[in-house]
């Protein structure tokens, strides 16, 4: 007869005892379990959200700061970085743009509900994975929200359910990150699709328009801190490019015109705003206030720019052909971009006003250039609403064309439907896939060198952010359940030691019989092992099948996935250790065994 | 088979004071003899028995079983010595409560280092007369068939020294004889030496060989 016969045998003898202390083996062992596969669902839920693409980008301070904001929509955002600095990414001709494959802008800033409302490009869902191999997908019967319909949105699965929005329903963001905010509604956006859950903190958000998130009021950066920035901003070897762009810009300008390109509107934008913001002193972005009606207003704004300008004029006409949807089916910017990619604009810059605002003010730009360097410098860069509002460069023709498109906007139908300028935009922060790994560290490291931004990885951050805070709350929680563990083994000795007396007797037989003290010994620490491994076994199944219950919830809440069989590699380490253990502890009583006076047991009267 | 020499053994009492309980100067049996050995409470019986089967070590003298002095074995070395020579039935029969009529015989087989025979211990509870009890527990049988249950078990490894301690004295008279003449019966037929504790005229009648243990014992001589 084996060891762990007889000791099954004793076992069997006390059943109830047994089985009382083998299950609160099995409640530690369950718990244990518990811990380790939340710590998992916590840390694969997070990490699937950092995946999908290598960076975020975004306004320099903390990189935790960072990333919590922009891939869990957590905390509040750092401050914004300029909308040129997102242009410079996604110029494969400059230096940060040439290691980008797709990089998307993200805004905030508004919140519904208290999700937040993010403003982003529609490539976001297109160009861009949720996880590794797996592409976002709308629910039945809805799409992606599109380019040139400002006020579309997409909203992530929780947010439709929790606020019971769906496909065909308007909200209107509320200005500020949570629900405490200033509580100003902004315009309405329709919801055109509803995502199907990813698992990641994008079922939180909702989606809007990036063009239509810059027409809510507030979202235009001050006109003042506009015309403060730039100066200083633009390195003065800047004239030199201006001159050049002049003579490029014809040309430029008519390529605009042929393509019916988008960047047209920005050159109307561009006037039209800044010139209303001068007459509003300053205070940027009113004119949307209210409607939202993306149709007419283009065209209206075309209506009412007179025609202080022929090649305005033009332009405008060959816009209004255009129509909105061809013109905005690409970014606005995007355009623009290419094609002045070859006149080495510093980086920083807003190129595109620059150049159309030459158009408009070429006579005065051209006659001043030999003045006053700054001064030029304004105007190239972009900032000819500043300038004409600020610096005073009395040049008749500008004046003119101020007023006219001041008076045009004043008569209020070029309401809101009219990109905001770029120089006037800022993004919160960049979502960047690089070309590659090598890539994303290249940029990482020339983005974190400059002044304006920080790169941060995500899934390295998160990585730091686990092993700096989570994983010490999942050490102290594995210590809370291992010591209910070393509870159960101690009890699992004082059970077995407790049963001691009664036993002394067999004890002293076997030793009789001619079992040595070691056997003696042995039987009991089979006995305990017995013990703590059946229960661990229990508790492994008992956790398990309890995973594999509320699995389909959890896949519900974060996406991620459980089975009976999601076995954490912690637990094939920690829980054999832990019953090793509790088996240990059967050693005191084993000892006892190991020292009976058998002669003394045997003479004892039953 | 058996030859005590020069034994001594003695307790220390509580206050310090030394105890002699045994002081035999010479006890011989001779292989396959079988002997009742007399006394009354106290006079050293188990104390002996105890020292014949390595369970207790004596102060001094040679214990020589089957040619082994294990008086002079290390613990382990008489546990196995124990295991492979020497049976012992208990006036408490001590089955394990746990353990069926089968097991308990097994049990026995379980330290002599070899492998238990399942045959060899149906066999022996076949003999005894519990052919078809053998699944019981102890707590299921009578007392008379516990007792058997423990003379199969010292059977199990074919001893060459049986030992038993007042096998009788918890069995009713009425199954008093059959317990002695299974004793005997097993004994002669494999040949092992019997050494039998009791106090009992009626069983000691029944053997040629009858030791009084005061008259061997100088000790409880000199109490």
């Known amino acids: 007869m084996s060891l762990w016969k007889i000791a099954w045998r004793s076992i069997q003898q006390r059943a109830l005892a047994s089985a009382l202390t083998g299950f609160s083996m099995a409640l530690g062992v369950a718990l244990i379990v518990a811990v380790l596969v939340a710590q998992k669902v916590i840390r694969d839920s997070f990490t699937r959200g950092a995946s999908g693409y290598h960076l975020v980008v975004g306004k320099k301070g903390s990189q935790l700061q960072l990333v919590l904001n922009t891939v869990y929509h957590l905390q509040d955002p750092i401050?914004?970085?300029?909308?040129?600095?997102?242009k410079r990414l996604i110029t494969p001709s400059d230096d940060l743009g040439k290691n980008v494959k797709v990089a998307i802008p993200y805004c905030l800033g508004d919140n519904y509900e208290g999700f937040r409302v993010v403003g982003t490009i529609p490539d976001l869902f297109t160009k861009l994975e949720y996880a590794d191999g797996k592409k976002y997908e709308f629910e039945e019967g809805g799409r992606n929200f599109r380019l040139k319909n400002y006020f579309e949105a997409v909203i992530g699965s929780t947010v439709a359910r929790e606020a019971k929005l769906k496909v065909g329903d308007e909200f209107q963001p509320v200005h500020g990150l949570s629900d405490e905010g200033d509580g100003h509604k902004h315009d309405a956006f329709k919801i055109v699709g509803v995502l199907k859950p990813t698992g990641t903190a994008n079922d939180r958000a909702l989606f809007i328009n990036i063009e239509g998130f810059y027409l809510l009021e507030n979202h235009a950066k001050p006109l003042d801190e506009v015309a403060a920035a730039k100066p200083a901003?633009?390195?003065?070897?800047?004239?030199?490019?201006?001159?050049?762009?002049?003579?490029?810009?014809?040309?430029?300008?008519?390529?605009?015109?042929?393509?019916?390109?988008?960047?047209?509107?920005?050159?109307?934008?561009?006037?039209?705003?800044?010139?209303?913001?001068?007459?509003?002193?300053?205070?940027?972005?009113?004119?949307?206030?209210?409607?939202?009606?993306?149709?007419?207003?283009?065209k209206a704004s075309a209506e009412g720019k007179a025609a202080p300008d022929e090649h305005a004029d033009h332009d405008h006409a060959k816009h209004d052909e255009a129509e909105h949807e061809k013109a905005a089916d690409k970014p606005p910017a995007d355009h623009d971009h290419d094609e002045h990619a070859g006149h080495d604009h510093p980086p920083g810059e807003a190129h595109d006003h620059a150049d159309h605002d030459h158009d408009h003010a070429e006579k005065g730009a051209t006659d001043k250039a030999p003045a006053d360097k700054a001064h030029d410098h304004d105007a190239h860069a972009g900032h000819d609403h500043a300038d004409h509002d600020h610096d005073a460069h009395d040049d008749a023709g500008h004046d003119h064309a101020d007023h006219d498109h001041a008076g045009h906007d004043h008569s209020g139908h070029s309401h809101s439907h009219e990109p905001l300028p770029e120089d006037q935009r800022e993004v919160t922060a960049v979502l960047v896939l690089a070309k590659g790994d090598l890539y994303a560290s290249n940029l990482r490291t020339k983005i974190n060198e400059g002044e304006q931004a920080q790169a941060a990885a995500p899934i390295r951050?998160?990585?730091?952010?686990?092993?700096?805070?989570?994983?010490?709350?999942?050490?102290?929680?594995?210590?809370?359940?291992?010591?209910?563990?070393?509870?159960?083994?101690?009890g699992i000795m004082v059970s077995i030691y407790n049963s001691m007396n009664d036993r002394r007797r067999d004890i002293a037989v076997m030793r009789a019989l001619g079992a040595s003290r070691g056997t003696v010994l042995a039987v009991i620490l089979v006995e305990s092992i017995l013990l703590s491994l059946a229960g661990g076994v229990v508790g492994v199944l008992l956790g398990h099948t309890l995973v594999a219950i509320l699995g389909p919830i959890v896949e519900g809440q974060t996406g991620v996935s459980l089975g009976?069989?999601?076995?954490?590699?912690?637990?094939?380490?920690?829980?054999?250790?832990?019953?090793?253990?509790?088996?240990?502890?059967?050693?005191?009583?084993?000892l006892s065994a190991y020292r009976t006076d058998v002669a003394k047991a045997l003479s004892a009267s039953p | 088979m058996l030859l005590l020499e020069n034994v001594k053994k003695s307790y220390t009492e509580p206050d310090g004071?030394?105890?002699?309980?045994?002081?035999?100067?010479?006890?011989?049996?001779?292989?396959g003899e079988q002997l009742a050995l007399m006394g009354r409470s106290g006079c050293g019986k188990t104390t002996l028995l105890h020292v014949i089967a390595g369970i207790s070590r004596p102060d001094s003298g040679l214990v020589r079983v089957a040619g082994v002095d294990i008086a002079r074995l290390p613990e382990h070395g008489r546990d196995r010595f124990r295991a492979d020579n020497i049976g012992y039935i208990f006036q408490t029969f001590n089955l394990l409560p746990g353990f069926s009529?089968?097991?308990?015989?097994?049990?026995?087989?379980?330290?002599?280092?070899g492998r238990a025979d399942e045959g060899r211990a149906r066999k022996l509870l076949d003999q005894v007369g519990l052919g078809r009890r053998l699944s019981h527990k102890p707590a299921m049988l009578s007392v008379g068939e516990q007792q058997r249950v423990a003379v199969a078990r010292a059977m199990a490894n074919r001893p060459k020294l049986l030992l038993a301690d007042e096998p009788t004295a918890n069995v009713d008279t009425g199954h008093q004889q059959q317990i002695i003449d299974l004793i005997r019966a097993q004994s002669t037929e494999e040949n092992v030496a019997l050494i039998l504790v009791t106090h009992t005229p009626e069983v000691s009648d029944q053997f040629t060989r009858v030791e009084q243990l005061d008259r061997l014992n100088q000790a409880v001589v000199n109490v």
């Not at chain 1, 401050?79 to 997102?86: A, Q, R």
């Not at chain 1, 920690?574 to 009583?589: C, D, N, W």
């Open chain 2, 17 to 31: 004071a030394n105890l002699p309980i045994l002081d035999i100067p010479e006890f011989r049996v001779a292989p």
């Open chain 1, 564 to 590: 009976f069989f999601q076995f954490d590699k912690y637990e094939l380490v920690l829980i054999p250790g832990l019953v090793a253990l509790a088996s240990l502890m059967g050693y005191l009583p084993a």
């Open chain 1, 79 to 86: 401050e914004n970085i300029p909308y040129s600095y997102y």
């Open chain 2, 101 to 113: 009529a089968l097991e308990n015989v097994l049990l026995g087989m379980s330290f002599t280092g």
């Open chain 1, 461 to 490: 951050v998160i990585a730091d952010f686990f092993q700096k805070i989570v994983n010490s709350i999942t050490v102290a929680l594995l210590s809370l359940t291992a010591l209910i563990i070393v509870i159960s083994g101690i």
């Open chain 1, 233 to 298: 901003a633009k390195p003065p070897a800047d004239d030199h490019d201006h001159a050049h762009d002049h003579a490029h810009d014809k040309d430029a300008d008519h390529d605009h015109a042929d393509h019916k390109d988008p960047a047209h509107d920005h050159a109307d934008h561009d006037h039209a705003k800044p010139e209303e913001a001068g007459h509003k002193d300053g205070e940027a972005a009113h004119d949307h206030e209210g409607e939202a009606q993306p149709a007419g207003g283009a």
